[in-house]
């Protein structure tokens, strides 16, 4: 999933200033897990924020709705007439909703209340970690199911850089060594063997270095 973080209510609250009536918008998929965007999360920063202007002396009305998915225009249409009644929007969703609501509402300006931060899943209670950097080639067969790209500070694609200490990486004391546990990894499953493949430099214009990037799947158009 899609993790983020929220902003902190005086972040919203001048995201705001300028408005006296906004439309807060959650988002029901990803963002609601990770507890940052969803209905809930929703409310307590309505609440905070309504709280925030008026001790200001500058009150706002805030109306709110959390809607299925805010990356799809199937669910976003469903905005349209509380978009229409309100001065500006803030959504909660991850970066890819605010810019699809901005797309839908050119009129009207959509504010982000999160920090996107990575794609990743929930390692223990509150506590997510970054799995995949979205490189556009992925290599995860080649190690045991543990993306050195993403987990590897160095980004190291032929073993490890040889500073780790005690299963540590050197750069963050903090993280285990992504070669390390790709070591591990294929022991268990038995292929080490895959070790002695050397890969080459990886071919970035996959990723982010070609520009944003664009998936059409003709197949599945009707
Ligand atoms: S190799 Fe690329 S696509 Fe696969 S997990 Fe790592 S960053 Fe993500
Ligand atoms: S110690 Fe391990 S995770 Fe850290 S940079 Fe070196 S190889 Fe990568």
Redesign the pocket.
């Known amino acids: 999933m899609i993790v983020a973080s929220p902003k902190s209510v005086t972040e919203l609250k001048q995201l705001t200033d300028r408005h006296q009536k906004v439309l807060f918008v959650g988002c029901g998929t990803c963002v609601t897990v990770c507890l940052a965007g969803g209905e809930r999360e929703v409310g307590i920063a309505g609440y905070g924020v309504r709280m925030a202007r008026k001790l200001a002396k500058q009150p706002v009305e805030i109306d709110q709705i959390t809607i299925e998915r805010q990356c799809d225009n199937e669910f976003i249409k469903d905005l349209a007439p509380a978009v229409e009644r309100s001065q500006a929007v803030v959504s909660f969703g991850c970066a890819a909703g605010v810019q699809a609501l901005a797309e839908r509402f050119p009129g009207k300006p959509v504010y982000p209340a999160l920090d996107t931060q990575f794609m990743g899943i929930l390692e223990e209670q509150a506590t997510w970690t970054e ?10 067969a080649e190690f045991g199911g543990i ?1 050195p ?2 987990r590897c500070t160095k980004h190291m694609l032929n073993g490890p850089c040889g500073g780790s200490t005690s299963e540590h990486c050197e750069v963050a004391a903090d993280k285990p060594c992504a070669w390390q546990l790709i070591f591990k990894r294929l022991q268990s499953i038995g292929q080490l063997d895959r070790l002695e493949k050397i890969h080459p430099p990886k071919d970035w214009s996959k990723a982010w270095h070609g520009g944003a990037r664009k998936i059409v799947r003709p197949e599945h158009r009707i």
């Open positions: 799995k995949c950097m979205g490189c556009g080639q992925c290599m995860l993306c790209v993403t």
